[in-house]
């Protein structure tokens, strides 16, 4: 970030109202968003009404005396873009963390006008990942944004690092928001153990820093992603943990500037506020591409809860993770999972059966869970039961598990293996033609 | 709103989208205002008058504005310009024309021209110089893609006027002058292919507006066999997320008869508006031989776009739709979805400081919605044509909860309620709507059913209520299966859930992204539930119940086949006569 202060800036020595976020001062010639430095910390404007001028102090407002130096910047928040920028850990104010020398580069306002949408492209290559439960029934695309709707105890870090690595981005910037230290370290090592650290820029807000700061994270990522993916039409992969957290501190400032909550004590702007982020998201018309993939934690589940409602209606689908405690593996759910785009590359640019493949497996897998309920309920299961039981192990197994690493035309045999091990042709129910292509009579 | 000079204003407070501005004369509600920020002119409107207090909503991002900033009224609400030239057109939702911005970025206060003035148009007179004319009345019309543009009396003058001269058939620019109109008081009126209205006022020059009776067909199988909607009709699409409302949507508004299709993407995912822009393309109506873009217009006010602007896209794009419909043509508008559109006026409310009402929605949410879906409707024009417009709201409830405001709000407003299941996506039983707990009103009028009887078959809407009676049943006998056990019910209760599933698999699903199986013809719908209720009819021997689901799931398969097969081709009979193989060998 941008800090410097030019000569002949005024100086304002007279606050007037402190909360625990903002203060408020007389000042003139302040523009909207404008940034400034209150006692040495970093505030933006949020509300001017008058001469009164109204700060919010990214770090908080502990020991600001009213009589603290106050000096406004004339820019709104600033990134410093180059290729320097590879390789590096950043804070949520862009400035290193890592021991580094500072970026040079051109600087850049971030939170910048979205893309007309006639400009857009349609985003249609496929990103494989290896991993079954994504690949075959959740397929990911370029400029697609999608969530993990995860509980606080899955090893969604883990699965999105995997992902990330496998992905072949030629570049991924890493969002951390109150991140814990352990999971910063986790990232920071699995990146540079596999060799890929100078494909990776990080911003990162740690649960030892102020949570307010937090909502200059996702900005300062994009920014830097639309740097790559426009200047340098590279294909970007954004990483976004944890944006429940991110939402949080939007409604901490809003709840600090009086406004009225709707629900689950959010901001009623909470959908508007998660769209400007996500719809960074983009597939460019030069070969550029910003891909999200960020994580919304859950809490006990419930996806009712605003924040993963809202997301839900942005995102293009989310991915779910499960134990399954019939393998021991946690796997990618494929009933609450969802690609909404999924249909632009499969059976495209896969082979033509994988929709219907994908489709009868999961209709299958279903039919199994409910023969396991009947089967809990301690009611005599028939064949046709006992046989998507089977299925639906191996299943698991061979395709769900996260740690499943297979090429999607694989995926796709043993699917066919799979089915036509446990059923008949007429229990499959997929369109003639494949059938003819790829049953194997047992 | 007649001023002589502007009015104008300093910036005194910005609070986000919301500024309030120091007026030195009068203003008026809804009123359009420029802000003049350094860097572009800011559009804005009014929305609230406090002294000399005028609190406008900015419909561009205020970053950097500062007070004492000059700000200038422009005597007028937010208007759309109609004319030729607006079909097949993308607008964000101040009718602004994506199309002719620069760059890949939207930069703010960029403000583009709807029409093109420099085309030239085929004007063809249709009255008379010398006859009486009112607002609305018909003087000519153009060729637009194939459809009859007609260029009406400007719908904002009032009383009745004599036309004094119309020019000949001839190529002319829209605003050329087509026309003069002389007044009661002998003053002239030049009158051009272009008019301007206010989005936030009904355009309402038709005679009358009768309950709509035509069913519109849609050939999705779940709403026309079902809950039919009518032409001029109001229906409203509530689900979860991922239960495929926009799927369904797209299926809607590529398939359904109308002549002009306006969608309006309302604070929805921008890669789905791309979806339209490169399908509809390329997508051919098979009435006319042309492209379905060419007959469509796409307001695209995406979820990053402003919030302000977002309120205002549902109403531009009614607005369009009205002017359509006045020149006799049957619009399709669907607004995906209405529940952003809420949330705008949500968050405004919110930074006016208002009283909440339910889930901090504005307490007049209800009316606003119901005097927006009223704006849709059949009528008979002045001169006696009919023309229409459909409307299609979907709703994005709230954690999936059907009692949120806006999902109860709609729910006053609309006559068709299509309610997508989370259950039934998570089986991915496509498209998701709940047949039992849709319903249509439309079914209830005597003058609908009336035209069923005369253009489907008298005993068309008993079948409907005998397939409804099955799906009923059928989950009826699922839940005491579920209880009891499979061996715990006598037979009959397998046959009775599997009729139901029968009815489930081969009417209600449909798979949307298949060449034939998308979009179901009428006369294909009545053959299909005709055959349908006849296995359902008939009376099976079985042994046990797992017999009863091989069979059914058999004659299931059959059944889905014969859907993806062409409509009488040599395969589509192959699986007729298969169905009726199997139903032959089972029968009592």
Redesign the interface.
């Known amino acids: 970030m941008n800090m410097e202060t030019q000569a002949f800036q005024t100086v304002y020595t007279k606050i007037t109202n402190i909360t625990k976020a903002t203060v408020l001062l007389k000042a003139t010639g302040v523009g909207y968003e404008e940034m400034a430095l209150v006692h040495g910390r970093l505030a933006q404007v949020v509300k001017i009404y008058g001469n009164d001028v109204t700060l919010q102090v990214f770090s908080g407002t502990e020991g600001i005396p009213t009589n603290a130096e106050v000096v406004f910047l004339n820019h709104p928040p600033q990134l410093k873009v180059s290729d320097q920028l590879a390789g590096r850990f950043f804070n949520a104010f862009g400035d290193p963390i890592d021991g580094g020398p500072e970026v040079e580069g051109e600087i850049r306002n971030i939170g910048s006008p979205s893309v007309n949408p006639v400009r857009r492209m349609q985003p249609s290559e496929l990103i494989a990942t290896g991993i079954a439960g994504i690949d075959l029934n959740n397929s990911l695309v370029t400029g697609q944004k999608i969530p993990f709707f995860a509980d606080p105890d899955q090893p969604y870090n883990q699965v999105m690092a995997n992902v990330a690595l496998r992905a072949q981005a030629d570049k991924i910037i890493l969002g951390g928001m109150g991140m814990s230290n352990d999971d910063y370290l986790f990232f920071k090592n699995v990146f540079s153990n596999a060799g890929a650290l100078d494909r990776i820029v990080s911003f990162v807000n740690t649960t030892d820093n102020p949570p307010v700061e937090r909502l200059l994270v996702p900005d300062m990522a994009l920014t830097a992603a639309e740097y790559f993916a426009v200047d340098k039409k590279q294909k970007v992969l954004v990483l976004l943990t944890d944006m429940t957290l991110f939402a949080d501190a939007l409604s901490i400032v809003s709840n600090r500037m009086d406004q009225i909550p709707s629900k689950d004590s959010m901001p009623g702007s909470l959908y508007s506020d998660l769209a400007r982020i996500y719809e960074k998201a983009v597939q460019f018309p030069d070969g550029g591409s910003i891909t999200i993939i960020a994580v919304t934690t859950l809490s006990g589940g419930d996806i009712t809860h605003a924040i993963p409602d809202n997301t839900g209606y942005i995102t293009e689908g989310q991915l779910f993770l499960r134990r399954d405690s019939d393998i021991g593996k946690v796997i990618v759910d494929p009933f609450r999972s969802l690609s909404r785009l999924k249909q632009l590359v499969i059976g495209k640019q896969t082979r033509a059966d994988h929709p219907q493949v994908m489709n009868a497996a999961i209709r299958l897998y279903a039919d199994a869970a409910n023969a396991k309920t009947k089967m809990e309920n301690g009611f005599d299961l028939t064949d046709y039961d006992e046989r998507t039981l089977v299925f639906a192990k191996s299943y698991s197994e061979k395709l769900l598990a996260i740690d499943v690493n297979i090429d999607v035309l694989e995926m796709l045999d043993t699917s066919w293996q799979l089915l036509c091990a446990n059923f008949t042709k007429a229990e499959v129910g997929i369109k003639q033609e494949f059938l003819d292509k790829h049953w194997i009579e047992n | 709103m007649e001023r002589k000079i502007k009015t104008t204003g300093k910036v005194?407070?910005?609070?986000a989208n919301l500024v309030?501005v120091d007026v030195d004369g009068p203003v008026a509600q809804n009123e359009i205002g420029f802000i003049h920020h350094p860097e572009a002119d800011l559009m804005a409107e009014v929305i609230k008058v406090m002294g000399k207090h005028a609190y406008v909503q900015v419909f561009e991002?205020?970053?950097?504005?500062?007070?004492g900033t000059d700000v200038v009224f422009e005597n007028h609400m937010l208007e759309v310009t109609l004319g030729p030239g607006i079909l097949s057109r993308?607008y964000d939702g101040l009718q602004n024309d994506?199309?002719k911005?620069e760059?890949?970025?939207?930069?703010?206060g960029n403000y583009t021209d709807p029409l093109n003035r420099d085309k030239k148009w085929a004007f063809t007179p249709l009255a008379k110089v010398g006859s009486q004319v009112i607002a609305g009345d018909w003087l000519g019309e153009v060729p637009e893609n194939g459809m009859p543009h007609r260029i009406m009396v400007p719908f904002k003058l009032e009383g009745s006027y004599t036309i004094k001269s119309l020019v000949a058939k001839g190529s002319y620019v829209v605003d050329d002058t087509i026309a003069v109109i002389v007044d009661a008081n002998g003053k002239e009126l030049d009158i051009t292919m272009v008019q301007k209205w206010p989005v936030k006022m009904p355009i309402r020059v038709y005679k009358e507006k009768p309950r709509p009776f035509k069913l519109l067909e849609t050939g999705v199988r779940c709403i026309d066999t079902l809950n039919p909607i009518m032409v001029g009709g109001t229906g409203f699409i509530p689900g979860?997320?991922?239960t495929g409302k926009t799927v369904l949507q797209h299926a809607i508004s590529k398939q359904a008869e109308a002549d002009i299709v306006i969608i309006a993407a309302c604070?929805e995912?921008?890669?789905e508006?791309?979806?339209i822009?490169?399908e509809f393309p390329e997508l051919e109506d098979p009435r006319t031989g042309r492209k379905l873009m060419e007959r469509t217009v796409i307001i695209?006010n995406?979820?990053?776009?402003p919030?302000a602007a977002r309120e205002a896209s549902v109403y531009t794009a009614m607005t369009i739709g009205e002017y359509y419909r006045s020149m006799g043509l049957r619009v399709l508008l669907m607004a995906d979805?209405t529940s952003?559109w809420a949330?705008a006026l949500?968050?405004m409310s919110?930074r006016l400081?208002e009283l909440?009402g339910p889930?901090?929605?504005p307490m007049d949410l209800s009316a606003i919605v119901s005097n927006f879906y009223a704006r849709a409707g059949f009528v008979y024009l002045n001169n006696g044509e009919t023309a229409s417009i459909t409307f299609i709201g979907t709703v994005?409830p709230?954690?999936?909860?059907l009692k949120e405001p806006v999902t109860e709000s709609t729910r006053k407003a609309a006559r068709c309620f299509y309610g997508l299941s989370q259950a039934r996506a998570?089986?991915?039983r496509y498209p998701a709507i709940d047949a039992i707990d849709s319903y249509s009103k439309y079914l209830e009028y005597p003058e609908v059913q009336e035209y069923f009887n005369e253009h489907i078959s008298k005993t068309w809407l008993d079948k409907v209520i005998v397939a409804k009676d099955l799906l009923l049943r059928g989950k009826e006998a699922m839940e005491q299966i579920n209880i009891l056990?499979?061996?715990?019910v006598p037979i009959e209760f397998h046959e009775r859930f599997w009729k139901g599933e029968l009815i489930d698999f081969v009417i209600l699903q449909q798979d949307a992204?298949d060449k034939i199986d998308c979009s179901t013809p009428l006369v294909r719908q009545e053959y299909l539930l005709k055959s349908v209720l006849d296995v359902a009819d008939t009376s099976f021997e079985f042994k046990g119940f797992?017999d009863v689901?091989t069979f059914f799931?058999?004659v299931?398969?059959q059944f889905?086949?014969l859907n993806?097969s062409e409509y009488e081709s040599d395969q589509f009979n192959g699986y007729v006569k298969a169905i009726d193989e199997l139903v032959q060998a089972q029968k009592k």
């Open positions: 005194v407070g910005i609070i309030i991002s205020t970053r950097g504005l500062m007070v993308n994506l199309d911005m760059g890949v970025f939207l930069q703010r979860p997320f991922g604070g995912r921008a890669n508006v791309v979806e822009f490169k695209a995406t979820s990053n776009m919030v979805s952003r949330q949500r968050e919110n400081e909440p889930d901090a929605f994005s709230a954690g999936g909860n998570d089986s991915k056990g499979d061996d715990g992204f797992e689901s799931k058999n299931i398969n889905k086949q993806y």
